[in-house]
């Protein structure tokens, strides 16, 4: 049965933007074997973190401290990870698999998760979101294991402001790490740079040159309020607008032509000012400016079992407890739908320090989360 709600209108991802009111469902599972919510969206594309501990501290993520880690035995276990995925792609449709953490190279069963991940789904998209320390020396690992794709981050290409940014003097080993995914087949990489004011922002057009030199996909992510030292406010952040000012003294920009498809990146084509030569892709992520809430496809786990609908979510749902009973995979399904169907409409970031004062950052901050 669907009926039509009478909630907030959300565009659908990829319906027309025609204004009619859509048919949604009434409740989870009405819309079959799906992770719908009550706004008629789909998550298709899971984000697992396999672990909050890492091993940077970037000042837009960490406290120079670190954070209290998970004990081990609070993580999920190989065999957990991989019966999780199993029912998401089994019972709930997702279609895609980017696993992350805090640093998910910190793991020391990486390659068996990714390979028993692979076991049951052999077309399965698995991608990995890394700080790349030590990847030079596990890329080919990962790779055989089966893992598809890399995204890695990288905010600066200049060793003093690498440290000041990430608190560690490690940059030469994070362009090993870049170089040897790239040797190990593990492309296109992905590179995710996010920008602080006075910090690194001057050096956007170079992080473009070297990505499209060699032919990584750049992508400018604004900073989000998830840092644990709560020090984000939106004078200090830097716009997609701004970025794409700081970019068109260098470079022509020119729309994407492909279809965005939900993907939270606006793509740019960077083209040579002079001759129009195609130089590569870039993509600019505005979560604060330009929210994509309304085609979010996202559903999220944390490293200790945890559903989280967004990013923002102040509500998490375990799973762990059911993965750890005699709990089967229908009812572990069902969980997992019914927190997805609470998803809120949006975050409410983009008012943020303008006229959103009830905005409460997530006490979890982006390591913990999974990002
Ligand atoms: N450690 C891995 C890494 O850095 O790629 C994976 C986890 S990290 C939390 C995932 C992504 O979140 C990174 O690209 C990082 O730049 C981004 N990130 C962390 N804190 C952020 C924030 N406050 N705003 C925007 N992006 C953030
Ligand atoms: Fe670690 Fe990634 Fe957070 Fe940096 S952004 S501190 S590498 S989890």
Redo the contacts with the bound molecule.
Sequence with gaps: MSVSLGMPQVKKAGAPDDGQQQTLPSRPGDAGPSLIDRFGRVATDMRL?LIDK?N?R?T??MPADGLAWLPKELLMSAGEITRLVRIAVGHLGVRELRL?????LVRADLVDIIRGIRANHADLPISL????LGLDKKAAALKEAGLTRI???L?SLCPETFAQLTRRDNLKRVLAGVDGAAAAGLGPIKI???LMRGINDVEAPELVSWATHNGHELRF???????ADHG?TRKNMVTAAEVKERLSGRFDLRPDPRDRDGAPAERWEVRNPDDGALLGVIGIIA?VTEPFCADCKRTRITAEGKVRSCLFSHEETDLMELLRSDASDVDIADRWRAAMWAKPAAHGMDHVGLDAPDFVQPER???A???
């Design positions: 973190s890492c940077l970037c837009y993520c992350t953490g805090g640093e998910p979101t890394t700080n790349a995204n890695v981050s905010d995710n740079a996010v992510i604004e900073q989000m309020p998830l840092d984000w979560s901050s982006m390591s989360i999974g990002g």
